[in-house]
Nanobody, 114 residues
Framework: QVQLVESGGGLVQAGGSLRLSCEAS????????VQWYRQRDEKERELVAD???????KYSDAVRGRFTITQDSAKPLVFLQMNSLMPEDTGVYSC????????WGQGTQVTVSS
């Protein structure tokens, strides 16, 4: 089964940037959308961005204009560029691939200090 691995998290000051990566262990035989979620403290996990196989992107109101989701044309790799980070962006960011299977990564911690 395809596995997803996130990377790129870390500690950054408010106003800074990070780029997260979500890499699949192999190209899925079929996928429809890759999503980035985040979970802050004990709150419910929220969808922040997604990109479809047709390159259609969607963003939550909280990140629109600051985050950009893209996919590599040659590899099973999706990026989340996060700019103008704020302390409320702190959380565990996980990617999810929905296709012939529904696969989640383990997550990567993003911490934004004020």
């Amino acid at each position: 089964q395809v596995q997803l691995v996130e990377s790129g998290g870390g500690l950054v000051q408010a106003g800074g940037s990070l780029r997260l990566s979500c890499e699949a262990s192999e190209s899925p035989s079929e996928f429809y959308v890759v999503q980035w979620y985040r979970q802050r403290d004990e709150k419910e996990r929220e969808l922040v961005a997604d990109i479809s196989k047709w390159n259609i992107t969607k963003y939550s109101d909280a990140v629109r204009g600051r985050f950009t989701i893209t996919q590599d044309s040659a590899k099973p790799l999706v990026f989340l560029q996060m700019n103008s980070l704020m302390p409320e962006d702190t959380g565990v960011y996980s990617c999810r691939c929905i296709g012939d299977a529904d696969v989640w990564g383990q997550g990567t911690q993003v911490t934004v200090s004020s």
